[in-house]
C-alpha cells in the first residue's frame, strides 16, 4: 500500500482568468464554474459510453450487483424500523430516480449515489418522534419526512461551502468509517436477535429453530463471500473465471446462501415459514402507492411541526455535506487518472435538488455511496481498450452509459418482487455484517489499535513496518495518544446513537471533529507526528513515485488499502483492496506514493507548474 503520508488529490486543469472560489463570496460561483467545465463535454460523454459497444455492460452490471445488494439490506432495514411505511421497493425507487439524474444531469457521472446507512438511522429517529408525538404520528409520517426534505434542499452548493472538503483529515474520515462498520454490524446482530421471535405465529420451539438457523446461513454467507473474493489468489480455473468470481462474489454467495436455505422448512400446511424470508411486495402495492399521495398531505403537518422539521433538515444537510462530497472526492482522486475535470460544486446542488424530489415523491433520499463510487471508477480502466498496452489498459472510460444502464436495471428490480420474496432475512443480516468486515481492511485506525498489543521489538530486521508503528519515524506515545483520542471521539459519537431521539444528533458530533483535529490536535503532536498520523490540512504540493518499488517504509498492516490509500485506503472494501493488490477489478491501477516536499521544492514547483493543481485534501466515507 502507498506510504501514510499520501495525500487524496484531485488535478483541476484552470484558465489564468479563473477566479478562485471562495466560500460565502461570489454566490454561486462554484456551480457556474463546473457548469462552464463541464458543458462541452457532455455529448463527448455519451459518445465514449456508446463508442465501446457491449463491453460497457460489463462494468454497468458490476456496479449494478454492487448497488441492489445494500438497496435490497436498507430497504428491510427501513420496513422493520418504520413499521412498514418504507421498505425494499422506495428504497429501489428512489436509488434509480436518483442514478438517472447523476448519469444524465450529473457533473460527474461517475459518481454512484444511493441510500446510506447513516440516512436509515437518521430516518428511524425521524420515526420515533413521529410516533411519540400526537400531532403527528404515524399518519403523517411520510409528509413530515418531505418537510424535512423540503428544508434540507435549501443548501450550501450557492454558497460554494465545497470548497472546504480540504477540511476532511483521515482523523475525520476513519472514525466515520468505523462509526458505519459499528452500524452495520448492530444491525446484523438486532436483524439475527429478531429471527429467534420469528416467525410470530410459529411455536417457540420453531422460533428456536428459526433464530439458530439463521445465524447459521448468515455467517456462512459472510466466510463464503471472503472466500470467494479472494478467487484471483486461487490456482485452479482459468484467469476469466477467477476474475469473475472475485467480482462478483458477495452476489455468488447470496445465491448459494439462498439455495440452501430450502433445507429447512416449516411443517406443511402453516402459513409461515422457516427461515423467515424477505417481505417485498410489488410496485403497485398500495402501501407503495400511497407514498406518491404524500405531496396532497404536506399541509395537514402542523405549522409548529413543519417549523420542528428544520432541525432534522440541519442535520440531514450536515450528514450530506460531508458524505456526498467525499463520495465523489474519492470517486475521482487523483490515482484514477481522469482527464475531465470535477463538478463538485454542481453535484452538489444537483444533490439538493434530488433530495427536493424525492421528498415530494415521498422517497427517502440518496447521496453519493461509499465503497460503490470509486469501485465504478475502477471498473472502467481499460474498458474498450487495448489492455496489453500499459498506456491504455489503466485508462479511466469517462461516460455516462454505464451508471445509467445500472441505474435501469435497479429499475426494473422494482418488477421482480417474487424474485426478492425467495431471500432469507438471514441473508440480508449476513451482508450487513459482511459490509461491517470488509470495511476494516486499509483503515488505519483499526490497524492502530492493534498497536496496543503488539510488541514491535519483535519485528526482523529488514523487516517493513507501517511509518506510524517505526518509532523512528513517529514516537510510539504518540501513536498510541492519537489512537486513544480517536477510541473516544468515535465512543462518543456511537453513544449518541443510543440517545433516543436525541441520537439524530450523531452528524453533527461527526462535523465537529473537524474542529476538534484543526484546532485541538495540533497542540497535543508535534506537526512531524500528525504528518504521518493525518493528513495535515496544510500539506500543499506532493511528489508522485509510480509503482510500489521505492526506498520508502511501507505500511505493512495496510497493504489491503487499495489505490486510493491514505484519505481513501479506509473506504475501499476488502474486495477492492484484494483487486488493487492483484490487479483486478477492471483492470488495476498502479499505486502512486507521495512523499511530502519541503516548502521551498513546493514554491518552485509552483513557479514551474503550468497547470495548477487544486488538492482535495482528506478523508470521508
Request: aromatic share 10%; net charge negative; hydrophobic share 45%.
Amino acid at each position: 500500500m502507498m506510504a501514510d503520508t499520501k495525500q487524496v488529490t484531485v488535478a483541476v486543469a484552470t484558465n489564468a482568468d479563473d477566479v478562485e472560489i471562495k466560500c460565502c463570496v461570489n454566490l454561486g460561483s462554484g456551480v457556474s464554474k463546473d457548469i462552464r467545465a463541464r458543458w462541452p463535454l457532455y455529448f463527448d460523454d455519451w459518445r465514449q459510453g456508446l463508442s465501446v459497444g457491449r463491453h460497457i455492460f460489463a462494468p454497468a452490471t458490476y456496479i449494478f450487483f454492487a448497488s441492489v445488494l445494500p438497496a435490497l439490506a436498507f430497504g428491510e432495514q427501513f420496513r422493520d424500523e418504520t413499521a412498514g411505511l418504507f421498505s425494499i421497493p422506495h428504497i429501489l425507487c428512489a436509488t434509480a430516480i436518483a442514478g438517472v439524474l447523476q448519469s444524465v444531469c450529473g457533473g460527474q457521472p461517475l459518481l454512484i449515489v444511493g441510500v446510506a446507512e447513516p440516512i436509515v438511522l437518521v430516518y428511524y429517529y425521524i420515526f420515533k418522534y413521529c410516533e411519540d408525538t400526537d400531532e403527528i404520528g404515524l399518519a403523517l409520517f411520510r409528509p413530515f419526512c418531505a418537510w424535512v426534505l423540503i428544508l434540507t434542499a435549501f443548501r450550501l452548493a450557492a454558497v460554494n461551502a465545497s470548497e472546504y472538503i480540504h477540511a476532511f483529515t483521515r482523523f475525520s474520515g476513519e472514525t466515520f468509517g468505523t462509526l458505519i462498520a459499528l452500524l452495520f454490524a448492530q444491525a446484523a446482530v438486532k436483524g439475527l436477535k429478531h429471527e429467534f421471535e420469528s416467525p410470530s405465529a410459529a411455536p417457540a420451539g420453531y422460533q428456536i429453530v428459526n433464530g439458530i438457523w439463521s445465524v447459521f446461513l448468515a455467517l456462512f454467507l459472510v466466510l463464503l463471500a471472503m472466500w470467494l473474493m479472494n478467487a484471483r489468489t486461487w490456482h485452479v480455473g482459468t484467469l476469466g473465471i477467477r476474475n469473475f468470481t472475485a467480482d462478483y462474489g458477495a452476489t455468488i454467495a447470496v445465491v448459494i446462501t439462498t439455495a440452501i436455505s430450502y433445507l429447512v422448512r416449516a411443517p406443511q400446511d402453516t402459513d409461515w415459514s422457516i427461515p423467515t424470508r424477505v417481505e417485498c411486495v410489488q410496485i403497485y402495492h398500495a402501501s407503495v402507492t400511497d407514498t406518491w399521495k404524500t405531496t396532497g398531505s404536506l399541509f395537514d403537518v402542523p405549522g409548529a411541526q413543519i417549523a420542528a422539521a428544520i432541525v432534522p433538515a440541519l442535520i440531514i444537510t450536515v450528514l450530506f455535506f460531508f458524505d456526498h462530497n467525499v463520495s465523489a472526492q474519492l470517486a475521482q482522486t487523483e490515482d484514477f487518472g481522469l482527464e475531465k475535470p470535477p463538478a463538485y460544486h454542481y453535484d452538489f446542488l444537483l444533490q439538493g435538488l434530488n433530495t427536493l424530489l424525492l421528498g415530494l415523491l415521498g422517497l427517502p433520499p440518496t447521496n453519493g455511496v461509499l465503497p460503490q463510487a470509486p469501485m465504478h471508477t475502477r471498473s472502467l480502466m481499460g474498458v474498450g481498450q487495448d489492455r496489453n498496452d500499459p498506456n491504455k489498459k489503466n485508462k479511466v472510460l469517462e461516460q455516462r452509459m454505464s451508471n445509467l444502464i445500472q441505474s435501469a436495471l435497479i429499475a426494473l428490480t422494482l418488477f421482480l418482487s417474487p424474485v426478492i420474496k425467495l431471500l432469507p432475512r438471514a441473508v440480508l443480516w449476513g451482508y450487513f455484517l459482511f459490509m461491517a468486515i470488509e470495511s476494516f481492511p486499509g483503515n488505519q485506525f483499526i490497524h492502530r489499535i492493534t498497536l496496543f498489543v503488539v510488541d514491535l521489538s519483535s519485528y526482523k530486521a529488514g523487516e517493513t513496518q507501517p511509518t506510524y508503528a517505526d518509532p523512528k519515524i513517529v514516537p510510539i506515545k504518540d501513536t498510541h495518544l492519537f489512537t486513544a483520542t480517536q477510541l473516544v471521539a468515535l465512543g462518543a459519537v456511537y453513544a449518541v446513537t443510543w440517545a433516543g431521539v436525541y441520537g439524530i444528533a450523531f452528524p453533527l458530533l461527526i462535523m465537529a471533529l473537524v474542529p476538534l483535529r484543526t484546532y485541538g490536535l495540533v497542540k497535543l503532536f508535534p506537526a512531524s507526528s500528525l504528518r504521518h498520523l493525518d493528513a495535515a490540512e496544510d500539506v500543499e504540493e506532493v511528489i508522485e513515485t509510480t509503482g510500489l518499488g521505492v526506498d520508502h517504509k511501507q505500511d505493512s498492516l495496510s497493504k489491503y488499502g487499495g489505490e486510493l490509500g491514505g484519505a481513501g485506503g479506509f473506504v475501499q472494501t476488502g474486495a477492492a483492496a484484494r483487486d488493487a493488490e492483484t490487479g483486478g477489478g477492471g483492470g488495476g491501477c498502479d499505486a502512486a506514493i507521495r512523499l511530502v516536499k519541503t516548502r521551498e521544492e513546493r514554491l518552485a514547483k509552483r513557479a514551474d507548474d503550468p497547470v495548477p493543481r487544486r488538492e482535495m485534501r482528506g478523508n470521508g466515507v
